[in-house]
């Protein structure tokens, strides 16, 4: 007969997964969904943790070892509306007409989610980084940029592949007209929002054609009309 002490009377040690306990991936991404459906049904500010982490399950300090602050979550809906923004950019537009093809998606996007883009917008120049997974937290890489530094640096990167086809009216390098065209499309943004209260139709002409008037300014061709 084998003693209590025995391998044969141990306990099974069966994983968290076996268990059923959440990974902490799906921890994460349950309190980023239910977080989405509380500000598409709540105006952002009003949305307490506390409502977030009980419907989901679990202690009010878990969402902050996911979630730092709640603009977070709005840091990581910016970045995965320009992941989908920035999709057709191989084998599609390339350069200034990639700029005017991106930040119209971007406003697409926005103007789908009028919840979201009111919380979105009023903060989208002092968002912070988009937090990163556990992986990435060990990894000892360099933290991602913010919404708006990643969007000035992919538009600088995409004047840096254009050629000027006519001298300009004022002198502006990649650096400085990428600053332009981002404060551009957040001045567009914010006017839509103070006007419509972020509600459909957005005015794409209007932005294109600000966009295309600071481009065309810096010599570069205007890129085509948004469809």
């Not at 990167?157 to 650096?175: C, F, G, H, T, Y």
């Not at 990428?178 to 551009?184: E, F, G, N």
Request: hydrophobic residues 35%; charged residues 25%; proline residues 11%.
């Amino acid at each position: 007969m084998s003693s209590p002490s025995s391998p044969g009377n141990r306990p099974f040690l069966v994983s968290a997964a076996q268990q059923g306990r959440p990974s902490p991936s799906q921890v994460r991404e349950r309190l980023y969904q239910i977080s989405l459906g509380a500000i598409r049904n709540q105006e952002f500010d009003s949305v307490p943790v506390s409502r977030i982490t009980g419907e989901s399950g679990v202690a009010k300090g878990t969402f902050f070892n996911y979630f730092p602050t709640k603009e977070h979550l709005l840091a990581r809906v910016l970045d995965e509306m320009m992941d989908r923004a920035f999709q057709g950019e191989e084998g599609g537009p390339a350069g200034t007409d990639a700029i005017a093809a991106a930040l119209d998606g971007l406003t697409g996007e926005l103007a789908d989610d009028p919840p979201l883009a009111r919380a979105i917008i009023p903060r989208m120049a002092i968002l912070p980084p988009p937090p990163r997974t556990m992986d990435a937290d060990t990894d000892g890489s360099q933290p991602p940029p913010s919404g708006s530094e990643r969007l000035r640096r992919w538009i600088r990167d995409r004047l840096a592949e254009s050629l000027r086809i006519s001298v300009p009216l004022e002198e502006a390098d990649d650096q400085t007209l990428s600053v332009l065209l981002l404060a551009t499309f957040e001045i567009t943004l914010r006017e839509w929002l103070a006007t419509t209260h972020g509600e459909p139709p957005f005015p794409r002409r209007l932005l294109h054609g600000r966009i295309a008037y600071l481009l065309s300014s810096a010599g570069f061709p205007r890129p085509p009309q948004p469809t």
